[in-house]
């Protein structure tokens, strides 16, 4: 079964809440011509994102985060991006010596031994490369939703980082039945993750299928205990001007905590989830029915 035959649920007002999006868009792509850039997750609401961008040919430019540790299925999608839309997605990547820096001295997974050295891990893939891309740009657009965690249950649709720059989540209201029925009514390309039971998909070593019954970001950074798992980039936003330095460059400590093997942490959990209707940020067993909803192309 796809992620669109288990997830995809049409909803009332659906039309209403794509409008709206649209009308997000088009409105920031005028006042921010030539300085407003998607910041694409790669995620199917990156994709609904970028998506709309190309429909409705809004002149806004589209990156993502190419942290060199992605899925293979990650960076397919962005050649099944380009292919579909007859455009070049911006990669912005970390800083080579800062990443040989930090495996040289913390090895090439230690973001299982400490909540310190995972941060330090997503400052110098993720945090210091949005910068970067961030530099020179007025505005940005991130397809974060208010479903997808307790943690995000207010994300308005326009903000401001902590530079002054606007910063747009045109779905903040849609629900993923919503992004499923979009993706299926437009044969939009999705990340084939997905269909293995990641709803939300980040580096290949700090992602997991969930099992029922858990959060739609279950399966990000899961050995952790804080309950605010986000990797840096929406709770902590970042200077325009690139830093100098990161947490791994200034070098952290590693503490003597019981480490997680990545043969245990990357075992992925039993089959059925589907999305809780009420509140969408939880799996059941029972999935939701496909009626309506078109097969797409893969
Ligand atoms: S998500 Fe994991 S691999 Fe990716 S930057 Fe963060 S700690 Fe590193």
Not at 128 to 140: K, T
Not at 144 to 153: E, G, H
Not at 261 to 275: F, I, L, N, T
Request: glycine content about 6%.
């Amino acid at each position: 079964m796809t992620a669109i035959q288990r997830y995809a649920r049409p909803s009332p007002h659906f039309d209403e809440r794509v409008a709206h999006a649209v009308a997000v868009l088009q409105s920031a792509a005028a006042e921010h011509a030539g300085a407003i850039v998607q910041s694409s997750s790669l995620g199917v609401e990156a994709m609904v994102l970028t998506d709309l961008i190309a429909a409705h040919q809004l002149p806004i430019a589209v990156a993502t985060l190419d942290t060199g540790r992605l899925h293979a299925e990650t960076l397919a999608l962005i050649t099944r991006i380009e292919q579909r839309y007859g455009i070049v997605v911006e990669r912005w990547q970390p800083r080579d010596e800062a990443v040989i820096r930090f495996v040289t001295r913390h090895g090439v997974d230690p973001m299982y031994r400490s909540a310190e050295l995972r941060r330090a891990c997503c400052d110098l893939r993720k945090v210091e490369p949005l910068a970067r891309m961030l530099h020179g740009r007025s505005a940005w657009i991130t397809g974060r939703r208010r479903q997808q965690s307790a943690t995000r249950d207010a994300v308005p649709f326009h903000e401001h980082d902590r530079d002054g720059r606007l910063k747009l989540n045109p779905l903040a209201d849609w629900s993923w039945g919503d992004v499923w029925h979009y993706v299926a009514s437009r044969d939009v390309p999705y990340n084939e993750l997905h269909d293995r039971r990641f709803p939300s998909i980040g580096c290949e070593p700090c992602t997991r299928a969930i099992a029922d019954g858990e959060d739609f970001r279950a399966g990000r950074w899961w050995w952790e205990n804080d309950e605010a798992r986000e990797c840096g980039l929406h709770s902590k936003p970042h200077s325009a001007a690139p830093a100098a330095t990161s947490r791994s460059e200034a070098g952290v400590v590693v503490p003597a905590q019981a480490h997680i093997g990545a043969a245990d942490v990357k075992a992925a959990p039993a089959a059925g989830r589907s999305q809780n209707a009420d509140s969408g940020l939880h799996v059941q067993a029972a999935p939701a029915p496909a009626a309506r909803v078109a097969q797409p192309a893969r």
